[in-house]
Nanobody, 123 residues
Framework: QVQLVESGGGLVQAGGSLSLSCAAS????????MGWFRQAPGKEREFVAV????????TYADSVKGRFTISRDNAKNTVYLQMNSLKSEDTAVYYC????????????????WGQGTQVTVSS
């Protein structure tokens, strides 16, 4: 059974930083892309970032570009999201995903999803 388990969410002040982790189990994703999405209250889930299977390519939503960094450790079957210069509008539940596919500029789907971790940025 495939599981993606996020950790590292919490409450932070605007301008601060948080680091999220997502540990995968049940199969290896070393040849799959992995990524992050988020869903703010009352809004649809949106794409945040994706990283290629070898970690060499990262693609970001315009809203987080320059502030967030995605990385991965295939030996640990884990993907990370370092979030800096956080803003109140970054408040959302953050979801880890694997085997992403793209239908448009920021229109991504995924085959596997985590349960989500809450990130709250206070202004």
């Amino acid at each position: 059974q495939v599981q993606l388990v996020e950790s590292g969410g919490g409450l932070v002040q605007a301008g601060g930083s948080l680091s999220l982790s997502c540990a995968a189990s049940g199969r290896t994703f070393s040849r799959s892309n992995m990524g992050w999405f988020r869903q703010a209250p009352g809004k649809e889930r949106e794409f945040v970032a994706v990283i290629g299977w070898n970690g060499s390519i990262g693609t970001y939503a315009d809203s987080v570009k320059g502030r967030f960094t995605i990385s991965r450790d295939n030996a640990k079957n884990t993907v990370y999201l370092q979030m800096n210069s956080l803003k109140s509008e970054d408040t959302a539940v953050y979801y880890c995903a694997a085997d992403l596919s793209r239908a448009g500029k920021d229109n991504w789907g995924a085959d596997y999803w985590g349960q989500g971790t809450q990130v709250t940025v206070s202004s």
